[in-house]
């Protein structure tokens, strides 16, 4: 069974800063791209994040969305099986449920489009205050 369990979040001052981890099991870890989202309520879905942390045969790849290059940061602990999404300088806008999300077929060009990923977390929700 695929299992996506991320935990973190949480409440946060404008400007401050969270951390989300996605703990993953069930699929070959090193074969699947890891997508992270939000979805803020009323609002469609964004992609924020995509690390393809590569298998010794492929490179590793992040890419950032543009409203959080600079300010996010998504890693991965392999040897945990764990992908974190180190969230800062968090905006009151940016509250939303964030998700990571697995798939072995999304690709680099098309990182941004959640309906090709198979598997994803429960969410976590983040709120950041005034």
């Known amino acids: 069974e695929v299992r996506l369990v991320e935990t973190g979040g949480g409440l946060v001052q404008a400007g401050g800063s969270l951390r989300l981890s996605c703990v993953i099991s069930?699929?070959?870890?090193?074969?699947?791209?890891i997508g992270w989202f939000r979805q803020a309520p009323g609002k469609d879905r964004e992609a924020v994040s995509y690390?393809?942390?590569?298998?010794?045969?492929?490179?590793?790849?992040?890419y950032y969305s543009n409203s959080v290059r600079g300010r996010f940061t998504v890693a991965s602990d392999t040897d945990k099986n764990t992908m974190y999404l180190q969230l800062s300088s968090l905006q009151p806008e940016e509250t939303a449920v964030y998700y990571c999300?697995?798939?072995?077929?999304?690709?680099?060009?098309?990182?941004?489009?959640?309906?090709?990923?198979?598997?994803w977390g429960q969410g976590k929700q983040v709120t950041v205050s005034t």
């Open positions: 999300a697995a798939s072995c077929t999304v690709g680099r060009s098309s990182w941004c489009v959640s309906k090709l990923y198979d598997h």
């Open positions: 069930g699929l070959p870890f090193a074969k699947y791209d």
């Open positions: 690390i393809s942390i590569g298998d010794g045969m492929r490179s590793e790849y992040k």
